[in-house]
């Protein structure tokens, strides 16, 4: 696609219930990476994935999230048992990696976003 | 450990002035690039210009420019003749090639008429 797509746009959910939040990446891009960004806040980093390489999982704030990226390209973030904290907008973005070589600038390109709401 | 730094939370700036934004980071990599993105209330991040770490010459993108010391490790954003469009939340970003992005925490641009 023309562009980083991600869905839903919106999704409101009970407390307790599990979210899959999708994302398409740039096709081509390589790197892949998903951000939590709270009301008036700054943008957290959950996760990325580069390639076949094993994620970096260090974002990850519980192991109520996971995420996986299928054959290299789309990828879904899972909140398990979600709590009212969870709210907040998700973000994800790809990028050339380490396909766009050394001189590469890695330029993000970023979804526009999935605003999850836990009531 | 790498991290970004952005002092100014909010930051305001009269239509057809010049705002500076400061960002500066910490880091023991050479080579790596630095980011400024912008967050309008519609929550699309907008990359706005990007500087490569090797390159001495300031990136500018029309009416943004960056003022980028390495030494200091500082790298600011410029904006001039600034519009009612650029207000937003602004992000300095710094990444190692292969490795993920960090972000700061933002600077709020509020443009006034």
């Known amino acids: 696609g023309a562009g980083v797509s991600q869905s839903p746009s919106n999704k409101v959910t009970e407390k307790g219930k599990d979210v899959e939040l999708r994302c398409d990446p740039i096709?081509?891009?390589?790197?892949l990476y998903w951000y939590r960004q709270s009301l008036g806040q700054g943008l957290e980093f959950l996760i990325y994935f580069q390639g076949n390489s094993a994620p970096d999982k260090s974002g990850l704030p519980s192991d109520r999230f996971s995420a996986e990226r299928t054959g290299g390209s789309v990828s879904t973030l899972t909140i398990q048992r979600t709590q009212q904290e969870d709210s907040a907008v998700y973000l994800c973005?790809?990028?050339?990696?380490?396909?766009?070589?050394?001189?590469?600038?890695?330029?993000?390109?970023f979804g526009p976003g999935t605003r999850l709401t836990v009531l | 450990a790498q991290t970004v730094t952005q002092s100014q939370p909010e930051m305001s700036v009269q239509e057809a002035e010049t705002v500076t934004l400061s960002c500066t980071y910490d880091?023991?990599?050479?080579?790596?690039?630095l980011f400024w993105y912008k967050q309008p209330p519609s929550r699309q991040m907008i990359l706005v210009i990007r500087q490569e770490a090797y390159k001495q010459q300031n990136a500018t993108e029309n009416r943004f420019s960056v003022n980028f010391q390495k030494a200091a490790k500082s790298f600011s954003l410029k904006i001039s003749d600034s519009q009612l469009g650029d207000a937003a939340m602004y992000f300095c970003a710094y990444k190692v090639t292969g490795n993920q992005f960090y972000f700061g925490t933002g600077t709020s641009l509020t443009v006034i008429p």
């Open positions: 880091t023991s990599e050479s080579d790596y690039y």
């Open positions: 973005a790809s990028s050339w990696g380490l396909a766009g070589g050394r001189l590469s600038t890695d330029t993000q390109y």
């Open positions: 096709s081509g891009h390589t790197a």
